[in-house]
């Protein structure tokens, strides 16, 4: 008979899977205070499931009655400054390799089958990203990082380059030590947001993101937003780039998450002139198919009309026949910007 589970095999195993952080929490209910404030300024925009699953994300028994703990686990990505060649759009660097989700939710499955080897009457739920868990503040309880100023699960190994996962075990590990926030008196990432969109310490409006306008917003794009994205043109690391955290040379990056040809940043002729066949065929399998094709292309043509470059206004005025509301609606906005 196998010795019972406990937070030194799932450690074990979790860096057996591929994980480079792992730490273990009571399952207890989380402080509701952060998430309501985020709710109360309005600050989930669109995102509905923020709010109509709130009770979800604060208590994990809510997902896995009987609960015990909370196994908090990182991968770490390449955070690495890449140049932007001149007529492309900026790539959020978590996005420039494979879909994180495919390579997280392959460690996941090993972790919990290792899991279930030990412990065969174990009940887990391994979330990553879609389920009702807030994973950075598990990660923070479970002592493998702090949730800084900008919102983000920031690690004295990795910086914030790091993508989290969860597991929910119903037995009772030995948990880790919450671990201190190390921000210090430092606040470069509230100022270095282009939007604004951090008003004040760990609260951030996704209202004013850059990365939810160009990533998550469905639809039409309001030209007062417009105009403020900079030279993004799928979400956004200002607020990540200034963290002296991240400063330090990128180790341990997870090989299936390391940057491909053509992906650290998009060409906007390219993605200008991109077909629904040529989107698929090139974005399937990546974290960029999760703005869709329309929403790829709206982004590209308000690059252009951010431009100036008036080279851009033929194929620009192309897209006012779209089938898409969103495409056409930047199409009219870019003409307007390049016209002057």
């Not at 951030?204 to 900079?230: H, K, M, N, Q, Y």
């Amino acid at each position: 008979m196998p010795p019972p589970l406990d937070s030194a095999f799932v450690k074990e195993a979790a860096r057996a899977a591929g994980f480079v952080l792992c730490g273990v929490a009571d399952a207890e209910p989380l402080d509701p205070r952060p998430l309501d404030r985020m709710l109360a300024l309005g600050g989930e925009a669109d995102m509905v499931w923020l709010r109509s699953q709130r009770a979800e994300r604060l208590d994990p028994a809510r997902l896995l009655p009987g609960v015990r703990s909370v196994v908090a686990l990182a991968l770490a990505y390449d955070g690495a400054d890449l140049p932007v060649p001149e007529g492309a759009g900026e790539v959020a660097r978590y996005a420039r390799g494979r879909d994180y989700h495919a390579v997280v939710k392959r460690r996941l499955k090993a972790l919990v089958a290792a899991i279930a080897a030990r412990d065969p009457e174990a009940r887990t739920l391994a979330t990553c990203d879609v389920a009702p868990v807030m994973e950075k503040a598990w990660a923070e309880r479970a002592g493998i990082g702090w949730v800084g100023k900008n919102g983000c699960l920031i690690t004295e190994a990795y910086g914030s380059w790091v993508l989290l996962a969860t597991v929910l075990v119903d037995r009772p590990l030995e948990p880790d030590a919450p671990h201190p926030e190390r921000c210090g008196s430092c606040d470069a990432c509230l100022p270095a947001c282009p939007t604004g969109a951090i008003p004040a310490p760990g609260l951030v409006d996704a209202r004013r993101c850059i990365s939810f306008w160009t990533i998550e917003r469905r639809g039409e794009i309001p030209g007062d937003v417009a105009g403020r994205l900079g030279g993004w043109m799928f979400g956004c690391d200002a607020c990540q780039t200034v963290c002296p955290w991240n400063r330090r040379p990128a180790s341990a990056v997870d090989p299936e998450l390391a940057p491909r040809d053509g992906q650290a940043a998009l060409a906007i002729d390219d993605v200008l002139e991109l077909s629904e066949e040529e989107y698929r065929r090139r974005f399937y399998g990546t974290s960029l198919a999760r703005a869709r094709y329309d929403g790829l292309v709206r982004n590209a043509v308000l690059a252009a009309g951010r431009s100036g470059d008036r080279r851009y206004a033929g194929v620009i005025r192309a897209h006012l026949e779209s089938p898409h509301d969103a495409v056409r609606a930047a199409a009219r906005w870019a003409l307007a910007r390049l016209s002057g």
